[in-house]
């Protein structure tokens, strides 16, 4: 891998010609990891103003900086789709958040449910598989983390444009992929929702239960099955 | 969990009342993990004759052994969709085995190209994670992983019937999901096919390259998000 494929998420606005201090840990990866030498140039964004080119202007010990140069793409928009999950263990809650951010979701909200197995979550860490996700597969925007919530109080507060795709493998009404506005999918812990939040979900006018096929997935597949149906067709 | 939840994949053809000793790591997992007594009931399936309830009979050192009772379902058709997908980093080719067979594949062929990176994998592992994972899913089948085949030479024998969607970033068709006859997609290396690889495949007339949606997606999630587009609809 060359210095110029590497493309960072660097907090903006962004604008040229502007130097810009790079984190410690990105500092570290292109100066000790991958040997970057002043004059190099790579590829940074920032989720508001879109891709530039930047170039290495100075290697310390302390700090990588870079110049930012030449809009590559202007910011443009994207899907409009938050994924709202019951959190997993661990290692499948990092590779929901992972494909999710591939995949194009706006927001990842992890819920707690009664049958939740996890109610911690370390939101660093998150965030950072998220922003890794989005330099790697070229998109302009980091998904936003947000802190856990529990399932009635997200829906107590449930946004009143945003339409809201429960999976639920009872259902037959196969997930449409033709929504075009806010929408969400939510999907729920492996052994199912409560019966007083199934109501407190029903209760919400925008949600439509939907099948994702005639077979049982686990919970980690079921985001990643049901995000691929919401978003292919969107551009 | 319990006994009762359990559901195992045991070589068939299954009929009842048969007697059938379990493999030494099920019968490890049933007498000594989910202490099992005799007079339990679970479910077993053997992708030939359909899902039974079975009894434990006999519970020695050496095996544990069941007795065949009740067909709870006979055996139905499944998608006949077929995963080639160039082999990936240990994780990654799981997950994606995984991930393939919750979703309904009926053959995982993993193919070399010239840019792949392993050119080994222990297929034994691999069985392993299918059986598990279409025990977990409910599914009756569990798919087929075949030995890894350079993709050249799997174009040059590819079945006349079997219709074969090529994940292709740089194409805009989007890939339908009403296809109902023999099927397979076709996910290349994270470099892509080299130009006399795409020839080969081109060659076919079975061939359509399409597009997964305008995100790059690394090559496990391409798998896992152009089965879900092709298997969704399917019963």
Redesign the interface.
């Known amino acids: 891998m060359s210095i110029s494929s590497i493309r960072l998420f660097v907090p903006g606005p962004l604008a040229a010609p502007l130097d810009v201090a790079l984190s410690e840990p990105q500092s570290h990866y292109l100066a000790n990891v991958m040997r970057a030498a002043e004059g190099d140039t790579l590829r940074i964004f920032d989720g508001l103003t879109g891709e530039w080119q930047a170039a290495v202007t100075k290697i310390s010990r302390k700090a990588v900086v870079i110049q930012v140069r030449e809009c590559l793409r202007p910011q443009a928009a994207e899907p409009d789709c938050w994924l709202c999950f019951a959190l997993l263990k661990r290692a499948k809650t990092d ?1 929901a958040v992972e ?1 999710a951010t ?3 979701v706006s927001v990842i909200q992890p819920i707690i449910t009664a049958r939740t197995n996890a109610d911690h979550v370390n939101l660093d860490r998150l965030r950072s598989i998220a922003i890794e996700a989005a330099e ?4 302009l925007v980091v998904p936003e983390v947000r802190a856990p919530l529990p399932v009635d109080k997200l829906m107590a507060a449930w946004p009143a444009g945003r339409a809201l795709f429960v999976a639920d493998e009872r259902r037959t009404s ?2 449409l992929s033709t929504q075009s506005g806010p929408s969400a999918l939510m999907v729920g812990p492996e052994g199912g929702f409560t019966g007083t939040e199934l109501e407190a979900i029903a209760r919400s006018p925008q949600v439509t239960r939907v099948s ?7 919970a980690e ?1 079921a985001a ?2 049901g995000l ?2 919401m ?5």
């Not at 790697?136 to 998109?139: M, P």
């Not at 994702?212 to 686990?218: A, D, F, Q």
């Not at 978003?231 to 551009?235: H, R």
Request: glycine share 8%; hydrophobic share 45%.
């Open positions: 590779m494909k591939e995949l194009g790697q597969c070229e998109r196969a997930l994702l096929g005639s077979r049982i997935l686990r597949t990643i099955a691929t149906l978003l292919a067709a969107q551009p």
